[in-house]
Structures are given as structure tokens and as C-alpha cells.
């Protein structure tokens, strides 16, 4: 038919800027709840190239723009709704002051897309502030970051976590491929529910559907990461505190009771602290402490008390007590 777009809009594309495109796009989605991309090339009148370009071009703006399956096979485009009744959001200074804090604690995202983000975050807050006052946010910031600290550089996960970030925002079903350690690699069809730091390291949680249980990933294994357009409802009773109260760090294995004495030479540094929400602290005519807890995760427990040799006894399990000291033997043999 004769005025036809090449790749079949309806309407002879007009001659007008992007800004003007852009615009009309938002206020259309600002107002729908779903339009195809042959609907919005309809309505403005440009090619469905044209529009692929100027959603990407607004969602890369910061519009939180959704795309999903219709019933009939189409994909929709829509914004997150209630979005255009947000309100601007604006800071105090000391509000300014702890996200630059924050910022400067934030090494272990080096590498990350998220770091990005925060830094776009930050580039808008300077932009309109005056150059004194972001010099002196950014000097507080520098003064307390983590110098001389191993630390992990996700640059090379960068499509990976953009994949897991776009899922996780979408509540997107997505394939993780995954390399657990010392076996080879798996697909794994996951549910991603939230990406948890722990010890300068990302993993993600997921609910596995190969598993039927909730799985943690460890970012660094993760070697490829596919999205679908198939969305997922979050369960309402999922509560990852809830499901931690065992593990002692990442890993929940069995609980089981443990009894450690701490010596005076660190007992104030246990006694400052809240090492897990089951603890009980004995105190000792001594100085010394006793601290009881229900945990599991053997590695981590161990790594944490050889952290404080020699100021330590462990008093129970029996098997615990046994696989401390014979780690202790192991690494006295390697160093004679």
C-alpha cells in the first residue's frame, strides 16, 4: 500500500526531532497500560526501528519502562505503574553526607553495573550543588574508603549482573549457568528473588525450579545468564532473615549448639558484637566469656574462630572441637 513504511507501519513517517518523538512516546505509555511497538509507530507515525531506538534511548533516561507478553503473542511496552505520580525527590546535606558515605564503602561493587548507577545517581546530585560543596562531600567520602584491602572486580561479570539486574527489577524467570566448585557446569532455572553481600562478595537468590528450594549463587561462578519474558510472582511469605537464622554466615546447614570460651585478650571484642540472633554470653570470674549459639555452616564457623587463635577454646560440639584441632595440626605439619 502506497505510503507505507518499509517494515510495515502505517503511516508515512513525519519529519520531527527525537526530543519531540520522546516526548510524544512517554506521554502515550504515561497513559496506557501496554502498547505494542507497531501501536506506538501508528501513533507517532515512524518506523518500528525508529521506536525500538527511542524506548531504548527513554529506558536508558531512567523511565522505568516495562516490556511483557500480551495473551495473543504481542510484547507490550508500558511504564511501572504509578510512575508518573512520584513525586521529585530531593536530599538534605546530611542526607547528601551519608549517600557519599556510603559511596566510599562501596568497593566491593567495583566492576559492578550497580556501582554505575549510583555514580549516574551521584553525577545528577553534583550537577546541582556548587563545586565547594561536592568538593567537601567527595573529600568525606575518600576519607573513608578501605585502602590496602583484597577486593573482587566484577568487570568481567558486567553482562551477567546487568542480566540478573534487568530479571530481578522484572521479576523475570530466567537460566543461570552455573560452575559449583570442583564440578562442571549446570543450567539452572531460577527465580531470582535479591542479590545478597556478604564478605565483599555477590550471590544471588534464587528459587531453583530443578532444585524445588531456595539456591545461593555465587556471582563469581555464574557464567551466563538468560532472561525470559516469562514473569514470576514473588512468594509473600519469603523472608531471607527468616531463612538465615541458622547459618552462621551464607551457607544454612544443620544448627547445632555451640559453646565457645574466649579468653580476656579478645573477650571485649566478642562482647561488642552480635554474632547471631540465637547468642547468649556467659560471663567468667576470669575476664573471659563463654558465648553459646545455635548455627550451622562448619566452614565459616571455623574460619571465624582461627581468626582469633589463640585466644580460644571450643567447648562443644565434640565434632566441632575435633575438626579445630585437627585443622590446627594440619597447618602446624605444613609450617615445621
Known amino acids: 500500500m502506497a505510503g507505507r513504511s518499509a517494515d510495515g507501519a502505517g503511516r508515512p513517517p513525519r ?3 527525537q526530543a519531540a518523538r520522546l516526548h510524544d512516546l512517554i506521554r502515550i505509555l504515561e497513559v496506557r497500560h501496554g502498547s505494542t511497538a507497531d501501536e506506538l509507530a501508528e501513533e507517532c507515525g515512524v518506523t518500528r526501528r525508529t521506536v525500538y531506538r527511542d524506548l531504548q534511548a527513554i529506558e536508558d533516561a531512567g523511565y522505568p519502562l516495562i516490556k511483557e507478553p500480551s495473551g495473543d503473542g ?6 511501572l505503574t504509578g510512575f508518573s505520580k512520584i513525586p521529585p525527590i530531593t536530599f538534605s546535606l546530611p542526607e547528601l553526607m551519608t549517600l557519599y558515605l556510603c559511596r566510599g564503602q562501596l568497593g566491593l561493587l567495583e566492576g559492578t553495573p550497580f556501582l554505575d548507577d549510583l555514580d549516574a545517581v551521584l553525577g545528577r546530585i553534583r550537577a546541582s550543588l556548587p563545586p565547594r560543596s561536592v568538593a567537601h562531600l567527595e573529600r568525606l567520602a575518600q576519607a573513608v574508603t578501605p585502602r590496602f584491602q583484597g ?3 566484577y568487570d568481567d561479570k558486567r553482562d551477567v549482573l546487568e542480566a540478573l539486574r534487568r530479571a530481578l527489577l522484572f521479576q523475570y524467570r530466567c537460566t543461570v549457568r552455573y560452575t559449583p566448585v570442583r564440578r562442571e557446569a549446570g543450567d539452572y532455572l531460577c527465580d531470582p528473588y535479591t542479590l545478597l553481600f556478604f564478605k565483599d562478595a555477590l550471590y544471588l537468590v534464587a528459587y531453583v525450579h530443578n532444585r524445588q528450594d531456595l539456591r545461593r549463587f555465587l556471582v563469581d561462578r555464574i557464567e551466563a545468564v538468560e532472561v525470559s519474558e516469562e514473569r514470576f ?14 547459618a552462621f554466615g551464607i551457607v544454612g546447614d544443620h544448627a547445632q549448639s555451640i559453646r565457645i570460651r574466649f579468653f580476656p585478650e579478645v573477650a571485649h571484642l566478642i562482647r561488642e558484637r552480635q554474632w547471631h540472633p540465637t547468642q547468649q554470653i556467659e560471663e567468667q570470674q576470669d575476664g573471659s566469656l563463654i558465648l553459646s549459639l545455635q548455627a550451622g555452616g562448619d566452614k565459616e564457623i571455623l574460619a571465624w574462630l582461627y581468626s582469633y587463635l589463640p585466644h580460644l577454646e571450643v567447648l562443644s560440639p565434640d565434632d566441632l572441637r575435633e575438626t579445630f584441632i585437627s ?10
Request: hydrophobic letters at 35%; proline letters at 3%.
Open 151 to 153: 577486593r573482587r572486580d
Open 233 to 246: 510472582d514473588m512468594p509473600e511469605d519469603f523472608d531471607l532473615d527468616k531463612l538465615d537464622q541458622k
Open 74 to 79: 504481542r510484547v507490550l511496552y508500558r511504564f
Open 327 to 336: 585443622g590446627l595440626r594440619k597447618a602446624l605439619q605444613a609450617s615445621f
Open 15 to 17: 519529519k520531527y526531532s
